[in-house]
């Protein structure tokens, strides 16, 4: 099975450019608001990826809850709180930095040599007995979601509530005003 | 070999998000972008795991997926009312700036 340039791949790839580009420069970026933009261009391109791998209900929430809920949340808190940019100044700090660059380094190798030594699959040869996903069909997700993992999404439910409460309580300004 | 995508293609993407979000985390000093940093180690999983998913044809993948998206949500609430306590207590999200609980 040679490499074979398709539109399809074509896309992919160019997606996954901007987002792994985009991503770079959220890490790389000291302004805390430009930060979260270049994340959501990053998150969008990671939609494109999504759809190409058969996947478009997760696109669609990686768009809506991701790139539409949760980094506009942060850039609620970031402008309520009018949070500075980080600024330069000299490292406090030699030692630890040093040993998360070599984390960093040691980590990348790592992945390189595991993705070029374990030689990825192909194809599995139990992958055409199983029900082969079918571009935009939600139906089996729901299936599979409302009965096998039924449990699992019931207590998430429970989760989303005791986050929604936590975060309530947390952010509450105090009753007996400290400072403010 | 996803259609015509090949599985190496995702896994490096994913191999390579999750590298850019794993020095973010790790070099950052503002607790926001150390936060947005997991998030995109949360993404680079979610795209190896839809890949896989792709691959084997089966939608298990998938699910998982849409937990781990649910529970970013918890947690980006949760985090960021954290920070917002934080930052009125102590006026900085420096990693460094708050040791409150160091010896």
Known sequence: ?180 | MIGTIPLSDVLLTSGGLFLIGLAGALLRRSAISIFLSIELMMNAANLALLGYSALWGSYDGQIVVFFVIAIAAAEASVGLAVFVALFRHTETIDVNEIHLLKW
Not at chain 1, 48 to 77: E, K, M, R, S
Not at chain 1, 92 to 114: C, D, N
Not at chain 1, 125 to 145: D, I, Y
């Open chain 1, 1 to 180: 099975m040679e490499d074979s340039v398709t539109v399809e791949r074509l896309l992919f790839d160019a997606s996954a450019i901007v987002a792994l580009l985009f991503a770079a420069v959220m890490v790389l970026h000291r302004h805390p608001v430009k930060s979260v933009l270049a994340l959501v261009v990053s998150f969008f391109s990671l939609a494109i990826c999504y759809v190409l791998l058969t996947a478009p209900f997760i696109a669609a929430i990686q768009v809506i809850v991701y790139a539409g809920a949760i980094l506009v949340l942060f850039l609620f808190v970031l402008m309520l709180l009018n949070i500075p940019a980080e600024e330069h100044r000299r490292d406090t700090r030699p030692i630890q930095r040093f040993l998360s660059g070599a984390g960093i380094l040691v980590f990348g190798a790592m992945l390189v040599a595991l993705l070029r030594d374990a030689g990825v699959p192909e194809r599995f040869t139990g992958a055409a007995e199983q029900a082969p996903a079918k571009a935009g069909e939600v139906l089996p997700l729901a299936r599979l979601l409302f009965s096998e993992y039924l449990l699992p999404f019931e207590a998430l439910s429970v989760l989303l509530l005791a986050a929604l409460v936590g975060a309530f309580v947390l952010a509450r300004r105090e009753p007996r005003g400290a400072g403010s």
